[in-house]
Antibody, heavy 121, light 107 residues
């Protein structure tokens, strides 16, 4: 059974950093791109970015709203994906989801339950 | 960026009703359109990918159609567990973008 679980969320002050982890199980992690999304309270879904599998160069793309502040990485040996968030802003407050990404079609077939990040002083 | 526009934003319907939600892309996206269901406090769930392919385990009352810029999600006979929010998402190009969502409520 495919499972994804995010961890690392919490309350953080503006300007500080936080790292989220996504622990995957039930599939060959290294074969899949992994993506991050977020959802601000009461709002819609926003793509944060993704990291391709090593077979596709492990390249990474980001949304403009987080580019230069957030970094996505992966450790295939541990079936982990990470979202390093620096210079956090109040508008980064959201539930953050990691997802398994299906290849060229770029759809997201499994989602973690999410972890809440609150940026506030 | 490709803008995705869903309509309606909210919808009231009864159990057994046939419901259609539409999604329009600001430019052609071929069939790179996916639909998700989200229940309150839960993660989204993939329903339809590539415009019309039913994700494994999703009931057959859900169907998708369209290509180019105009797409629809149809629920043929609403069940109590279908009352939720629905989002379309384009995967034609980055940035990946979603429609604003359609909230389906019980009449």
């Amino acid at each position: 059974e495919v499972q994804l679980v995010e961890s690392g969320g919490g309350l953080v002050q503006p300007g500080r950093s936080l790292r989220l982890s996504c622990t995957a199980s039930g599939f060959t992690f290294g074969d899949y791109p992994m993506s991050w999304f977020r959802q601000a309270p009461g709002k819609g879904l926003e793509w944060v970015g993704f990291i391709r599998s090593k077979a596709y160069g492990g390249t990474i793309e980001y949304a403009a709203s987080v580019k230069g502040r957030f970094t996505i990485s992966r450790d295939d040996s541990k079936s982990l994906a990470y979202l390093q968030m620096n210079s956090l802003k109040t508008e980064d407050t959201a539930v953050y989801y990691c997802t398994r990404t299906v290849g060229d079609e770029n759809y997201f077939d499994y989602w973690g339950p999410g972890t809440l990040v609150t940026v506030s002083s | 960026d490709i803008q995705m526009t869903q309509s309606p934003s909210s919808l009231s319907a009864s159990v057994g009703d046939r419901v259609t939600i539409t999604c329009r892309a600001s430019q052609t996206i071929s069939s790179y359109l996916n639909w998700y269901q989200q229940k309150s406090g839960k993660a989204p769930k993939l329903l339809i990918y590539a415009a019309s392919s039913l994700q494994s385990g999703v009931p057959s009352r859900f169907s998708g159609s369209g290509s180019g810029t105009d797409f629809t999600l149809t629920i043929s006979s609403l069940q109590p567990e279908d009352f939720a929010s629905y989002y379309c998402q384009q995967s034609y190009s980055t940035p990946i973008t979603f429609g604003q969502g359609t909230r389906l409520e019980i009449k």
